[in-house]
């Protein structure tokens, strides 16, 4: 049973092939990695307490700045996608920005709405 969201744009079935692929196809597009062909993650990624799960069990990063590699993980498989900026190396704001805007504009609504409550 596939439990991610189905805006992936590919499948791969190794790290490798995976990380080609986000390159190629560009920032933010999904390419989904069954658990079958990689069990674990691939070195040097952490998990990240800055991402949005989004239904996932958890999410991990590598450490790069920039071009950064962010991966879900599923009950049975992974995604992974090609973020401009990694939040979890002090490019948050830009990684709202660029990388995740929809994610920021309901933030900022939310954050909005809380204050006009209060302020009436």
């Known amino acids: 049973m596939v439990s991610s969201p189905s805006e ?3 499948y791969a079935y190794s790290w490798a092939e995976a990380k080609r692929l986000s390159r190629e196809q560009g920032y933010g597009v999904k390419i989904t990695v ?31 700045e920039t071009d950064s590699f962010q991966i879900r993980e599923y009950e049975d498989e992974w995604t992974i996608e090609l973020d401009r900026h990694n939040p979890e190396t002090g490019n948050a704001i830009a990684h709202g920005i660029y990388d995740a805007p929809k994610y920021t504009l309901a933030a900022v609504g939310i954050a909005g709405a809380a204050v006009s409550s209060f302020s009436s």
Do not use: C, H, N
Request: aromatic share 12%; net charge negative.
């Open 34 to 64: 069954p658990k079958t062909a990689e069990l674990t993650l691939p070195p040097g990624f952490e998990r990240s307490y800055w991402s949005i799960e989004a239904g996932a069990e958890a999410v991990y990063r590598d450490q790069r």
């Open 8 to 10: 992936d744009s590919g």
